[in-house]
Nanobody
């Protein structure tokens, strides 16, 4: 079984910072593209940032210059450093990973989400 687990959410004041982590575990042969999504109350889930296995990154316009996605392939972990947080960043943040198992199955796996609340 393969899963990803997020951590690091919480309450932060506007202008503050948080670092999210997402660790993958299980029957993993290859951990390919990874991404962070978020879903604010009453809104659709949106893509925040992506990172390939080789480290190429892409960001939503709303977070460019404030958020940084990175990964540690040895630890099978992806991070999202969030700086200059705004109230509109308040959302449940989800980790997404594309995985190849030892049985050659190609899976897209979602975490359970971690809540980020930006409020004074």
């Amino acid at each position: 079984q393969v899963r990803v687990v997020e951590s690091g959410g919480g309450l932060v004041q506007p202008g503050g910072s948080l670092r999210l982590s997402c660790a993958a575990s299980g029957n993993i042969l290859s951990l390919n593209d990874m991404a962070w999504y978020r879903q604010a109350p009453g809104k659709q889930r949106e893509l925040v940032a992506t990172i390939t296995k080789g480290g190429t990154t892409n960001y939503a316009d709303s977070v460019k210059g404030r958020f940084t996605i990175s990964r540690d392939n040895a630890k099978k972990t992806v991070y999202l450093q969030m700086n200059s947080l705004k109230p509109e960043d308040t959302a449940v943040h989800y980790c997404n990973a594309r995985i190849v198992t030892f049985g050659s199955a190609r899976l897209e796996v979602w975490g359970q989400g971690t809540l980020v609340t930006v409020s004074s």
